[in-house]
């Protein structure tokens, strides 16, 4: 059983073996570790990118709303971006937006 405190993780998991010599409850925490590490590793393996699946759900959250704009080029480093609402003018080089005025 994980939870998102490690030492909670490890207590749950020790409950049951208390009683045991103590070269037994370090074999067991041993292998509870090799397995958890393990099972993170197959994990991080699967995941289609670097990042965490709560981090790409954030990156696509915040991609949406963009997809909805147009952009149109004004010049190398300045663009207007219209969406339905709002309309901005984006210098790339100066790092600014009217948006954020």
Sequence with gaps: MMTTNIAESINSCLLAI????????AEFI??????????????????PTFLTHDANAHIKQ???PSQRC??????????????????AIVDLEQRSSSCRE
């Design 70 to 87: 147009e952009i149109h080029p004004i010049d190398f480093h300045r663009f207007k971006v219209d969406d339905k609402w709002n309309e």
């Design 30 to 47: 041993q292998d509870l570790l090799q397995r958890w590490f393990h099972d993170r590793q197959i994990n991080a393996r699967e995941m």
């Design 62 to 64: 915040k991609i949406l």
């Design 18 to 25: 208390r009683k045991l010599p103590i070269t037994s409850i």
